[in-house]
């Protein structure tokens, strides 16, 4: 079974510069995250999604992070304008779903984010 | 505001020696209790704990929940260099959906 992709990798950019990524659940997952990982903490939730709607988005800074997930499969989240405070690892995660119950979260390898 | 805190931050130790990792939580509308094990970069599910007092094992790994003094210990004994990892503690809370919120993880080091 594929595991979650995610591209691209790596990104460098200068701030003020816009970036996207792209994540590519398992396949039949319901649900998918969008966290941040900023070096040295846990993982912080930004987005999640249940098919193609939004079920919790409040720690998205909606100002300048954007996320979409148009036909309830793949998503990609979106910067603009990047600040130097936005390099971190951005992980997606995707889990069968079903709000009712927890499903296991299965994280792709994430995209390292370097902001100059 | 929701919060998990891990300890200690970091540990290191020697092939064989037995770990405790600690994990204590305030969140509202408590579902669950998840532990991950982090290598490089995607953490992967180790348990999920909703009882208080039903302890979980695999292998050499085991965690227990106690819903009255809000934690979770995670141990894991005659530790192994491959045990090398970030230790993630998250609360899953919501009415009707999982928000899992993270600790900041315990960096463990097994030397051989």
């Known amino acids: 079974e594929a595991g979650v992709a995610q591209s691209p990798r790596y990104k460098i950019i200068e701030k003020r510069q816009s970036v996207a990524f792209w994540c590519n659940p398992i396949s039949g997952h319901a649900t998918l995250y969008w966290y941040q990982q900023i070096l040295g903490q846990g993982p912080k939730l930004l987005i999640q999604f249940q098919n193609n709607g939004v079920v919790d988005d409040s720690q998205l800074p909606k100002d300048r992070f954007s996320a979409e997930r148009l036909k309830g499969v793949d998503s990609t989240l979106k910067i603009q304008p990047a600040k130097l405070e936005d390099s971190a690892v951005y992980l997606c995660?995707?889990?069968?779903?079903?709000?009712?119950?927890?499903?296991?979260?299965?994280f792709g390898p994430g995209t390292r984010l370097t902001v100059l | 505001e929701d919060k998990v805190v891990q300890s200690p931050l970091s540990l290191v130790v020697h092939e064989g020696d037995t770990v405790t990792l600690n994990c204590s939580y305030e969140?509202?509308?408590?579902?669950?209790l998840l532990w991950y094990k982090q290598e490089k970069k995607a953490p992967t599910f180790l348990f999920m704990l909703?009882?208080?007092?039903i302890e979980k094992k695999s292998g050499r790994l085991s965690s227990i929940l106690d819903k009255k003094e809000l934690f979770s210990i995670l141990n894991i004994t005659a530790t192994q260099t491959g045990d090398s990892a970030i230790y993630l503690c998250a609360a899953a809370s919501g009415g009707g959906s999982y928000i899992p919120t993270f600790g900041r993880g315990t960096s463990l080091i097994v030397h051989p």
């Open positions: 969140v509202t509308n408590f579902r669950s």
């Open positions: 909703t009882s208080s007092g």
């Open positions: 995660a995707s889990s069968l779903g079903g709000l009712a119950a927890y499903n296991e979260q299965f």
